[in-house]
T-cell receptor
């Protein structure tokens, strides 16, 4: 069966520090991968999605970037965090006509 | 781009009663998928139910069912025999059948279950 792993679960980082959140999927190949952010409140904002290695689309211009070094690995990064980067980050994958399967999320607090 | 609207930011229901959460969407496509996701306090997003637009029959999963009105572009979620564990944020989502790389989410409805 397919599983998705996302870490870390919680992160507190100072302003200006780098960021690296990792997401991996097991049990499938060539998944579509996504990074979402959920700010305090509720809405889900799509940040990046990838339909394959070296195929990453950015939905919202900001100081975040994404990479997909392997087929089932998706990394969200920043060189210098801003206070406004605080939020709940969700990784998700999907294939064909199924819905998303989400990771357990990372709560990022920038101080 | 497609838009998904959830007009009820908050809802409450008495335990064991039935509640309906509303969702409307805007699209020019004829084939697509619709979903309801649940996000409990743990923040883990869980798929509740899924509907293919080409199917006329409403999807059902145990106590959860949908009322899919394609012409009206409406996709409501009915929760029967509400339980305390149903308390969560519920998100409606749309996915295109042909260009399904992105899902479009509504802003969510916070459901409270009153014991």
């Amino acid at each position: 069966s397919q599983t998705i792993h996302q870490w870390p679960a919680t992160l507190v980082q100072p302003v200006g520090s780098p960021l690296s959140l990792e997401c991996t999927v097991e049990g499938t190949s060539n998944p579509n991968l996504y990074w979402y952010r959920q700010a305090a409140g509720r809405g889900l904002q799509l940040l990046f999605y990838s339909i394959g290695i070296d195929q990453i689309s950015s939905e919202v211009p900001q100081n975040l970037s994404a990479s997909r070094p392997q087929d089932r690995q998706f990394i969200l990064s920043s060189k210098k965090l801003l206070l406004s980067d605080s939020g709940f980050y969700l990784c998700a994958w999907t294939a064909t006509d199924y819905g998303y399967t989400f990771g357990s999320g990372t709560r990022l607090t920038v101080v | 781009a497609q838009t998904v609207t959830q007009s009820q930011p908050e809802m409450s229901v008495q335990e064991a009663e039935t509640v309906t959460l509303s969702c409307t969407y805007d699209t020019s496509e004829s084939d697509y998928y619709l979903f309801w996701y649940k996000q409990p306090p743990s923040r883990q997003m869980i798929l509740v139910i899924r509907q293919e637009a080409y199917k006329q029959q409403n999807a059902t999963e145990n106590r959860f069912s949908v009322n899919f009105q394609k012409a009206a572009k409406s996709f409501s979620l009915k929760i029967s025999d509400s339980q305390l564990g149903d308390a969560a944020m519920y998100f409606c989502a749309y996915r295109s059948f042909f260009t399904g790389n992105q899902f479009y989410f509504g802003t969510g409805t916070s459901l409270t279950v009153i014991p």
